[in-house]
């Protein structure tokens, strides 16, 4: 007797398969998205929609935020364009020198400070002391007789004392950018301050502080440290890494400086006052 094809046992398993997997597709998603998604560890119960876009990683709020926002905080006021580098080098020494007057009592009659509360100024980067001062005044580095004192000073004001300072012989060496080969500033070098002033700790994510502060290479608006006084720069380096100071535009100085230990910070600093080789 010949079977009919609608008969056939095999033919049956196909739709009952494809219904299965319908059937727990459906159950899968009311269980995940539905059911089990509303609930939370220590938490209180959501609805069926923030269920659902929890799940898909979404958020279900379609409304505009209406919590309030912190305030965004920036490291400087200051960005370098065309504009402000322009402002720096029209910067007027005459008119600085009398404006510096007011600067004597704490960074020296030539800008040599005999205090390691204030930094040797005399031969200084214009651009530096330009950002340090806008900084200042726009209250982005705090310390009370800068703060008051910038204040009073306009930009071209700040432009003009800058080209003062860095006009300004016997104090830090002028910024070249060039130096010649010399040992002992590789990664093998056994003096530790050496070492991370011209080679750093890739370990650790430093970066030569030569790079920035000379003598081999200089960023704007980075202070060449090469004879400045060496307690100021242990004092401003624990600064950036107990964040009492925190106006390096990239956080450069503040992540680098939470990676020295005192006893580092010490020896940069030493290493720099006492006049680090050319």
Known sequence: MRVKKSDNISDRWPPIAWMS?????????????LVLGRYRLYAPTVNVWVAMCRSLGLTPDLGAANEPQPTPQTPTSISWTTGTLAQISSGDKIHGAF???????CHGEAGISSSDLAPTLAGIDAAATFKELADYRSGKRLWGVMNGISAALSAQDSADVAAYYASLPGGLPVLTGRSTPASGRT??????????VFAGDPARGIAP??????????????????????????RQTA????????????MQMRTIAKELAPDEMRAIAV????????
Request: positive net charge; aromatic residues 8%; glycine residues 12%.
């Open 21 to 33: 997997m319908v059937t727990l597709v459906a159950v899968a998603f009311v269980l995940g998205f």
């Open 271 to 278: 290493l720099y006052g006492g006049g680090a080789p050319q």
């Open 187 to 196: 990664l093998r070098e056994t003096d530790s301050a050496a070492r991370l």
């Open 99 to 105: 404006i510096a007057l007011n600067c004597t009592a």
């Open 239 to 250: 600064a950036f890494a107990q964040g009492l100071r925190g106006n390096d535009i990239n």
């Open 209 to 234: 502080c030569a790079s920035c502060h000379g003598p081999e290479g200089y960023k704007l608006g980075a202070p060449a440290l090469t004879s400045q006084r060496a307690r100021y720069i242990e």
